[in-house]
C-alpha cells in the first residue's frame, strides 16, 4: 500500500523560543501579514506562528478544496516543528480552519479566537459562482472589490495606501488557490457541530462587517458552549488591520485569561478591554448517526450523495427551485433523477466532472432538449470548464449535430456565461 505525504505550509515565527505558541490564520485572498500589527504586542507573552494558504503570500501553488486538507497541512507542518498544543485565532476561513481544529483535534487547542467566522459562509452558490469569475477573468475583479468587502468606506478613504496594500496580496494570489479555497468555503457548514466545540472560543466581529456580519457571530456564539462576543466598532471584515488596537487587546485578555488551567498564567494586561458578558449556553439535543438505508441489496441508498451531487454541480438555488415546485405528481420523477442520474452515474469514479460536462453538453445539443441547456452550461462552468472550453465544445456539435442546432445552443450558453462571469456587488 503506497504512503499519502500530506502537504505542509509555509509558516513563521516570532516571540520568545520558550514561550507557548499562538497559531494566527489569515483570511482568504490575504497573507500572513495581516496580522502584522499584533505582533508586536502578542510576542511579548506568546510565540506566534503566522501560516499562509496555499498560494497565498508567495506559497507553493498545491491547492486545497476542502476546509479539513488545510487543517491537516497545518497540523502536519507544526507536527514536524514538534508542536503539539497550541492557542488559535484566524480569520475568516482562518476561522473556519480553527473551528474544524477544535472538532476534530480538541486536544491540540488549549483556546480558540474566530475573527470574522462563520458556521456557514454565505452559500455554496455564491462562492461557485466567484471560482467561474477567478477561472474566467483571473484575479483582478477580485482584487477591485476586496476593499468594499474588507473595510469600511470611510478607512478606505482614509487609508488608501493600506488599502492597495491589502489589494496587492489578492493580486499576488494564485488563481487555481484562490478558486480552490473558494470550493473549500463553499463546502464548509458546521452549524450541526457547533455544540461539539468545547475549548474556550472568543468570537469576535467588526460591528460594520457584512461579510460575516455580527449575525453570523452571534449564531456561533448561541452554538458554541464557551464561547462569548466581542464586537469591534468602526471595522469591517478585516478588523485586525483596521482596528489593530483593539483587536489586539480583545486577542491578549481572552488568551491570558483562557490558558490559564492548561497552560502557564499570564497576567492580564491593564488595559484590556472587557469582552460582553458570555451567552449561557443552549442544550446540546444529541440525535443517533443515521444509518445508510441499505435495503435488500446490501447496497448503500443512493439519494444522499445523489443530492449532495445535484447541488454542487447545479447549485442550490437551481435544485430548491425545482424541489419546491414539485408535488405529488412530479415527486417521484424527482427522487428517480436524484437517485438515478445524479446518485447512480454523476457519482462514478471513471469520468471527472468537467468530462461528463462535455458529454451532458453535447447529449443536449444532439437531442434538441435546449430547454435544459442553460442549468448545465452554468454547471459545467461550475464544473471548471472555461468559456473557450463550452465554446469548442460547441463548435464540435455543429459538424456532428447540424449549424442550426449548435447555433441555439451558442445563443444560450452566450447569455448564460455572460451572467455568470460577470463579478456579482
Known amino acids: 500500500m503506497s504512503e499519502t505525504t500530506t502537504e505542509t505550509l509555509q509558516y513563521r515565527f516570532d516571540g520568545p523560543e520558550d514561550a507557548p505558541i499562538l497559531v494566527l490564520g489569515p483570511s ?34 498545491h491547492p486545497a478544496t476542502a476546509v479539513t486538507e488545510i487543517s491537516d497541512r497545518l497540523l502536519a507542518t507544526l507536527d514536524g516543528l514538534g508542536v503539539q498544543r497550541f492557542g488559535y485565532a484566524g480569520c475568516s ?52 472589490t476586496a476593499p468594499e468587502r474588507w473595510f469600511t468606506p470611510g478607512f478606505a478613504a482614509a487609508q488608501p495606501a493600506i488599502v492597495e496594500w491589502a489589494v ?103 488595559f484590556a478591554p472587557q469582552l460582553s458578558t458570555p451567552v449561557l449556553p443552549i442544550a446540546e439535543i444529541t440525535a443517533a448517526t443515521p444509518q445508510p438505508d441499505t435495503g435488500t441489496t446490501g447496497r448503500a441508498d443512493p439519494y444522499e450523495p445523489g443530492m449532495k451531487v445535484r447541488r454542487e454541480v447545479l447549485g442550490d438555488a437551481h435544485v430548491d427551485r425545482t424541489m419546491a415546485a414539485s408535488d405529488d405528481f412530479t415527486d417521484d420523477f424527482q ?62 456539435t455543429a459538424v456532428y449535430c447540424g449549424v442550426p442546432a449548435a447555433s441555439a445552443a451558442f445563443s444560450i450558453a452566450q447569455t448564460v456565461i455572460q451572467e455568470e462571469t460577470t463579478p456579482r456587488p
Open 28 to 61: 482568504l485572498g490575504t497573507s500572513w501579514h495581516m496580522w502584522d500589527r499584533q505582533i508586536p504586542e502578542l510576542t511579548q507573552h506568546w510565540r506566534v506562528f503566522r501560516f499562509d494558504l496555499p498560494g497565498h503570500g508567495g506559497a507553493p501553488a
Open 168 to 270: 496587492q496580496m489578492v493580486r499576488t494570489t494564485d488563481p487555481g488557490c484562490y478558486i480552490a479555497a473558494c470550493e473549500a468555503l463553499a463546502a464548509f457548514d458546521i452549524r450541526g457541530e457547533l455544540g461539539r466545540i468545547t475549548v474556550p472560543t472568543l468570537v469576535l466581529v467588526g460591528a460594520e462587517d457584512r461579510v460575516t456580519g455580527p449575525g453570523d457571530a452571534r449564531t456561533l456564539v448561541a452554538g458554541i458552549p464557551d464561547a462569548r462576543l466581542a464586537l469591534v466598532p468602526g471595522a469591517s471584515h478585516l478588523a485586525p488591520v483596521e482596528q489593530p488596537g483593539a483587536v489586539t487587546d480583545l486577542l491578549l485578555t481572552h488568551f491570558s485569561t483562557a490558558w490559564q488551567d492548561t497552560l502557564a498564567a499570564i497576567p492580564v494586561p491593564p
Open 93 to 144: 476561513i482562518g476561522g473556519a480552519i480553527g473551528a474544524d481544529l477544535a472538532l476534530r483535534h480538541p486536544h491540540r487547542v488549549a483556546s480558540l479566537a474566530l475573527v470574522a467566522a462563520s458556521p456557514r459562509f454565505g452559500s455554496a452558490d455564491e462562492f461557485r459562482q466567484r471560482g467561474v469569475v477567478v477561472r474566467t477573468n483571473g484575479l483582478e475583479p477580485m482584487a477591485r
Open 335 to 396: 427522487e428517480l433523477v436524484t437517485r438515478y442520474a445524479w446518485g447512480e452515474v454523476w457519482t462514478r469514479e471513471g469520468l471527472d466532472r468537467r468530462t461528463r460536462s462535455c458529454v451532458t453538453l453535447t447529449a443536449l445539443v444532439t437531442s434538441g432538449h435546449l430547454e435544459s441547456l442553460a442549468v448545465h452550461v452554468r454547471a459545467a462552468l461550475r464544473n471548471g470548464l472555461t468559456p473557450a472550453e463550452i465554446k469548442e465544445v460547441l463548435m464540435q
